[in-house]
């Protein structure tokens, strides 16, 4: 009994000594040093040379020959840690040392680890690893090199390097020839270049909202888009690509710019009113398979009178500045009629010339009269709708509230912003003085500021009907005071208007309807005196939107059931002695009964 108890101390006490030996250290890389060649544990504690070129598991990093099992410290030695292998297939610059590429001989380093951060795929041999917890492992009996890691959140991890030879080995090659070439290929490869392509949808039977609408050229049997150009950038240069949408009204703007007008007066396609409609419309997208049969092609007619460019002198007359189609639809029966009108205006030869043009298509219903599509869209109905036009009325006139509006120079121009219900803007541009007379100049800006329909009326809700006078509110207009200026001879001319509108909700506060309230107009006026022709002076318009909707007090919600139970305990008792009568008048002698009835039960026990 002795000597077997005796054995198994003895061994006990050998095997604490050998795990409290202290393991073999390594770099933080995980790169054995220089003078040694890395040693791996095997059965028996044998060290052994690490497998050629090995690397660590993915995310763990070597810190340690795999202990417990001790290890001898080698003699240093001159071979190379990581071999070079058959084919260095990241070695692409030959005398120079490729990065990250641990095969490269070019690169003279005997443990490319410690230099590199990684080492490319198939720079070094492929290694299998199989690791679990380092604090499961006692001791290592595999007949497999092992090694112990830490991944990334610092835990030990024992690794079994498994002998998986394949990886390291190369596929035996096919033998190719005329004979099996063909079979190779059907058995490997996929779809050619030459396999029949795959069959384009037909078109859709009708045009859809959104959709481009098509276009054929019969001189050039040509199909084609319809093109709207808008302006692109910071400077609104036209871009020519831009299609028209089906159903969808749309105004685009943008400037085109012109070193030689002399030559492009006459040669520039976007200059001439033809090359807008010397086309044909497809009535419906169908019609791209049927281009010779007329009944699905839609002339262009004309609204309005074109004439060509013609440069006369230092002058290009009938310069397109603005287009406007007018597209009459069917339902799914496809377009019906295309009816375009153009703006024709003259422009002065210089060494670099600007030009905004204007691009409006505009839809309507096929079997809508003429009569009504007179009347003009509406801004709501009833209420308006943010972002749409501010409706105004001179004399019987209808039409939209404008800002100024400038050319590419600066120069106020004719064409004006739509002020748009809602939104805040300001505009402004430069005026030259052209007439000397104080009357005539007064009259000339105040055209310009207010555009050349002044409104007088503005529509309260966004339906309004110019022959309804009751839907329209007075304008407001206020003047600054000019008396304080000490000028007599000066000319106060107008250099800012500013329009001021108020409006608010009404009606249901779940479908709340914006009117206008009233607007106002507020001129400020500048002196000017003596101011030769030419002299530039700066205009501004300007429109606040102010919402004074007063809102009414939310209403009251049912009431809610508030249970709560007696602060009293003796409320209960009180209720049944009194049967909920006079609770209060006997609450004295209800404590004064319960009391008694508690002595007695009381007095009952201790006997």
């Known amino acids: 009994m002795g000597s077997p108890r005796l054995a198994a101390l003895s061994a006990f006490v050998l095997m604490l000594s050998e795990v409290a030996r202290p393991q073999p250290s390594s770099s933080p890389t995980g790169a054995a040093p220089p003078s040694s060649v890395p040693k791996t544990v095997t059965q028996g504690g044998t060290p052994q040379p690490l497998s050629v070129g090995s690397a660590a598991p993915q995310g763990v990093s070597e810190i340690a020959t795999a202990g417990p099992t001790p290890v001898t410290p080698s003699a240093p030695q001159t071979a190379d840690v990581f071999p070079v292998l058959p084919i260095c297939a990241c070695d692409l610059t030959p005398g120079t040392c490729d990065l990250n590429c641990c095969c490269d001989r070019d690169c003279y380093i005997l443990h490319p680890r410690t230099v590199f951060s990684f080492c490319l795929p198939g720079s070094v041999r492929s290694s299998s690893w199989v690791c679990v917890d380092n604090s499961l492992i006692f001791r290592s009996n595999s007949p497999f090199p092992s090694r112990v890691f830490t991944d990334s959140n610092g835990i030990r991890q024992f690794c079994v390097h498994v002998n998986n030879s394949k990886s390291n080995y190369f596929q035996k090659l096919q033998n190719v020839n005329a004979t099996n070439f063909q079979a190779l290929a059907a058995e490997f490869g996929g779809d050619l270049f030459t396999s029949t392509l795959k069959t384009q949808s037909p078109p859709p039977p009708f045009y859809r909202a959104g959709d481009p609408i098509l276009t054929y050229f019969p001189e050039w049997s040509v199909t084609s888009l319809l093109r709207q150009p808008t302006d692109v950038g910071a400077g609104g240069f036209c871009a020519e690509r831009n299609p028209a949408s089906f159903l969808e009204n749309k105004r685009t703007t943008c400037t085109r710019f012109f070193n030689n007008l002399a030559k492009s007066c006459t040669m520039d396609p976007a200059l001439d009113a033809a090359s807008y409609y010397n086309f044909t419309v497809l009535k419906v997208p169908q019609g791209v398979t049927h281009l010779q049969n007329m009944e699905f092609q839609i002339p262009v007619t004309l609204a309005s009178q074109a004439s060509p460019p013609l440069l006369v002198g230092n002058t290009c007359q009938n310069v397109v500045s603005q287009v406007t189609y007018e597209i009459e639809s069917n339902g799914t029966f496809g377009i019906q009629k295309v009816s375009v009108r153009f703006r024709q205006i003259s422009l002065a030869v210089g060494p670099v010339v600007s030009l905004q043009q204007d691009f409006i298509v505009l839809f309507r219903s096929f079997q809508q009269s003429t009569a009504a599509s007179l009347t003009g869209l509406r801004s709501g109905n009833p ?84 022959a309804q006078k009751g839907g329209w509110t007075s304008i407001l207009n206020r003047s600054c005071s000019v008396s304080a200026m000490n000028c007599t001879s000066c000319c106060f001319i107008p250099v800012t208007l500013e329009i001021q509108v108020l409006w608010a909700y009404i009606g249901l506060q779940s479908n709340p309807q914006a009117h206008v309230s009233g607007v106002r107009f507020l001129c400020q006026y500048k002196p000017i005196q003596d101011s030769p022709r030419g002299t530039e002076v700066s205009l501004t318009t300007l429109v606040n939107f102010v919402d004074i909707t007063q809102k009414p007090e939310p209403p009251r919600g049912q009431p809610k059931a508030d249970w709560k139970l007696p602060f009293d305990f003796f409320f209960p008792f009180k209720v049944a002695f009194s049967k909920g009568a006079e609770s209060q008048k006997c609450s004295t002698f209800s404590i004064l009964v319960l009391c008694l009835l508690l002595l007695r039960v009381l007095n009952l026990e201790a006997k």
């Not at 106020?412 to 430069?430: I, L, P, T, W, Y």
């Not at 007439?435 to 809700?461: K, T």
């Open 383 to 466: 209420g308006y709708i943010v972002g749409k036009p501010l409706l105004v009325l001179t004399g019987d006139i209808s039409h939209t509230m404008t800002l100024l509006q400038s050319q590419g120079n600066g120069i106020c121009s004719h064409k004006r912003h739509e002020v748009q219900f809602g939104v805040n803007a300001v505009s402004g541009c430069k005026f030259r003085i052209k007439e000397a007379d104080c009357s005539q100049l007064q009259n000339e800006i105040h055209q310009i500021l207010y555009g050349r329909l002044r409104p007088q009326h503005v529509a309260i809700f966004g339906n309004a009907d110019p």
